[in-house]
């Protein structure tokens, strides 16, 4: 059994934010079912910050939790301080993961940042911080 | 495990005998005075050895009887895993005059599959063969694929992930008339469904004790009479000189304790387990839908039943169902260290996203029809849970409805 801290368990067990936003501003879709998880981030954006944030994971208790505490994380902030998001500080918000999970870590923060570019893109803005679009969910862990 | 809103389980359910079964009673008892008392070691020359010697010697009747073979041929080794390893290793090292190919099945354990890689890497030549959907290997693939240099074929009984049971008797039959050897894992297997050496026509055959009730780290490799094995270790005398080390007797007087019991319960076990069995797949399958059973639908062993749910993932499911005090296991991605989903069900040509959702219950002697109800009640809304989730499942839900 994987060794799960407290923080992931409950983030898993009781997930934050779960769920889609019909009329969303922007949607970042990451990973794939090889490599084992699969994220969905479904943003609103009110005055550059964000309104809501929701979202759909396929995936090991890790990536759930991961999820969860991403959208956490990133509700209410404005769109400079929620692409500051990095796997590093999901994975130590949620008090660490086993060392085979990080790459879930990594999904979390690469799907919404996908959703705030999808925003600005859409909305033809540029935002401070927001990193060119890369390969993703091709982060394999380590 | 912590949980942050810990309950206590309505019922506790171990549905993973796949993994290791508890020891009986009985065995524990067998086992006791060996770790106390009869403490000599069976090689020395004074009386101190004399008992344990003996109850090496009665184990190994006991282990030969089990799999209709001649005590002689038994080789104790510590695991399944070790077994397999001197089998594939010691057959094909001892075959090097007369060739160097090897076959094996692609949804071996993989005590057999690295075994055999290993010896690719030192240069000897492997053929894969594949299997069919239900994970049946076909004997004419085998036999097609038999060169004048094959030394060796190894193709287990019983996959441990999928539960079906190989024919090998018709495997062996082609890999025989072509004069190769012929090795079978029979660890999921042995103690748990009739395994008779004879009739599988087999040259080497490994079996292990926590299969049926027997303690961890004990296991054996029944070699046919003749048959040149190089040991994997060098050292004393022991087995032989096939598995040098002293003997940890307590473990071998529980496997051979196992065994006895084994052959005197094993009907009574298998149709106790094998209506459990049904009853789970049925109630399973009916409950929960876009649920598919993995594996041969008949042609399996008695107390496995598993699964593939789609458009979510097994580990989840795994941490849900234990929440729940239920004990059961996946092939998925996730819950292997190195993050690649089963290479069984891979090889039964089931996509990865499938593949993800697989659910493995093995059922023991401890199990009755209240624990059967229990998860088959609980199942529904976990995997609910867990769809509401899924990108998957929404994208399923929205394409059906146009």
Same mark, same amino acid.
């Given at each position: 059994?994987?060794?799960?801290? @407290?923080? +992931?368990?409950?983030? $898993?067990?009781?997930?934050?934010? #779960? ?10 879709? #990451?990973?794939?079912? +090889? ?5 969905? $981030? $479904?943003?609103? #954006? ?6 809501? +944030?929701?979202?759909?994971? $396929? ?23 929620? +692409? ?5 500080? #999901? ?32 909305? @033809? ?11 993703? @969910? ?5 | ?8 389980? %309505? ?39 004399? %008992? ?23 080789? !104790? ?42 010896? %690719? ?98 296991? *054996? ?29 307590? *473990? ?58 789609? !458009?979510?993932?097994? %580990? ?87």
């Amino acid at each position: 059994m994987p060794m799960y801290s @407290g923080k +992931v368990m409950d983030h $898993f067990m009781n997930p934050r934010n #779960v769920g889609e936003i019909k009329d969303a501003d922007g949607i970042g879709e #990451v990973g794939n079912p +090889v490599c084992g998880d699969m994220m969905t $981030f $479904f943003i609103k #954006v009110k005055d550059n910050r964000l309104e809501d +944030v929701k979202f759909q994971t $396929f995936g090991c208790g890790a990536a759930v939790a991961v999820s969860s505490m991403t959208s956490e994380m990133a509700k209410g902030k404005t769109l400079e301080e929620a +692409v500051k998001i990095t796997p590093s500080l #999901v994975a130590q918000e949620l008090e660490g993961l086993p060392k085979n999970k990080y790459h879930c870590s990594n999904l979390g923060a690469q799907a919404l940042q996908k959703a705030i570019r999808d925003y600005a893109q859409k909305k @033809g803005i540029t935002i401070e911080g927001l990193e060119e679009e890369k390969g993703e @969910g091709d982060e394999e862990g380590e | 495990m912590t949980t942050g809103n810990e309950k206590k389980p %309505e019922r506790r359910v171990y549905l993973d005998y796949i993994a290791t079964t508890p020891v009986l009673p009985e065995v524990l008892e067998a086992m006791l005075p060996y770790f106390s008392d009869v403490y000599g070691n069976p090689q020395s020359f004074h009386s101190w050895g004399d %008992e344990p010697g003996e109850a090496i010697e009665k184990a190994r009747e006991q282990v030969a009887s089990l799999v209709d073979g001649s005590p002689d041929e038994i080789v !104790f080794t510590s695991t399944g895993s070790e077994a397999n390893n001197l089998a594939v290793k010691g057959l094909a090292q001892g075959q090097i005059g007369k060739g160097k190919h090897i076959i094996v099945s692609a949804i071996e354990h993989f005590s057999v599959l690295n075994a055999a890689r290993t010896l %690719e890497k030192a240069g000897f030549e492997l053929t894969v063969v594949p299997v069919g959907k239900y994970g049946l290997v076909d004997p004419d693939e085998v036999a097609r694929n038999i060169r004048e240099d094959t030394i060796l074929v190894s193709v287990m009984h019983a996959n441990g992930e999928v539960g079906t049971i190989q024919p090998i008797a018709e495997i062996s039959k082609r890999v025989k008339e072509a004069g190769v050897l012929f090795h079978t894992d029979a660890v999921a297997s042995t103690g748990n469904v009739p395994v008779n050496l004879n009739e599988l026509g087999v040259d080497a055959l490994s079996l292990a004790a926590n299969q049926f009730y027997g303690p961890k780290g004990a296991a *054996a490799l029944w070699v046919r009479k003749r048959t040149r094995l190089i040991p994997l270790m060098d050292g004393g005398v022991q087995e032989g000189g096939r598995r040098p080390g002293t003997e940890n007797v307590p *473990a071998i007087v529980g496997l051979g304790k196992a065994a006895e019991l084994a052959i005197r319960d094993m009907p009574s076990r298998m149709t106790k387990l094998s209506q459990l069995r049904d009853r789970l797949i049925n109630g399973l399958l009916t409950a929960v839908d876009h649920t598919i059973l993995t594996g041969h639908p008949t042609q399996r062993l008695p107390h496995h039943a598993s699964f593939c749910v789609e !458009f979510i993932e097994g %580990e989840a499911m795994l941490l849900l169902l234990n929440s729940q005090g239920i004990a059961a296991s996946s092939g998925s991605a996730c819950t292997s260290r190195a993050l690649k989903a089963s290479h069984v069900l891979i090889a039964m040509g089931l996509p990865h996203e499938i593949a993800q959702g697989s659910l493995l219950f093995s059922l023991g002697i401890g199990n009755n029809e209240g624990d059967i109800d229990y998860v088959v009640e609980k199942m529904p809304p976990i995997v609910d849970r867990l769809r509401q989730m899924s990108p998957l499942y929404a994208k399923f839900i929205k394409e059906k409805r146009g």
